[in-house]
């Protein structure tokens, strides 16, 4: 059965999009490259969290605490992070305000009960900075009992100087 859906998307307070969902049987999983239950492809619903998350990540981190959950877990650089308070909380100690992110190499993979495994690798430039850092970001994307997407797992990680 079919039915249109009004949901907001990634970050509450930004957009509203329609989604169509569908009931997911064992039958009707999606390949990555399939249109998935809910309408759009695996990889344009990890590439609108992506462009979404870079967007709002740098130039304004506590909008991201509504993509969080009290079950989320974050491992920032090594340092193992649980629930929204903790994540939040380590981004406002950042020692930085703001960041330009540029994903240059972004993979996604649909994950059993229509989860989404989005890799990012990139170069990002911090405030006051002119030189960039290569990093690397892993989420895990998951439905909440609402249907809307959140960040259930993630890993971040500075790997070094860039290539500018």
Request: aromatic content about 12%.
């Amino acid at each position: 059965m079919t039915h249109m859906r009004r949901t907001k998307c990634l970050f509450v307070s930004f957009c509203t999009i329609v989604v169509v969902r569908r009931k997911t049987t064992s039958s009707n999983r999606c390949s990555p490259a399939a249109v998935c239950p809910f309408g759009m492809t695996y990889a344009d619903i990890g590439k609108g969290f992506i462009d979404q998350y870079y967007a709002i990540f740098g130039t304004n981190r506590a909008q991201c605490q509504g993509i969080y959950r009290e079950t989320s877990v974050m491992t920032w650089s090594g340092e193992n992070l649980a629930g929204v308070a903790n994540i939040m909380t380590k981004f406002a100690s950042l020692p930085f305000n703001q960041a330009r992110f540029n994903p240059t190499e972004v993979v996604y993979q649909p994950i059993n009960q229509a989860g989404i495994l989005v890799v990012a690798n990139g170069e990002c430039v911090l405030e006051g900075e002119s030189h960039t850092l290569a990093f690397n970001d892993v989420f895990h994307l998951a439905l909440d009992a609402t249907g809307q997407w959140y960040v259930a797992n993630q890993v971040f990680r500075i790997l070094g100087g860039g290539s500018h």
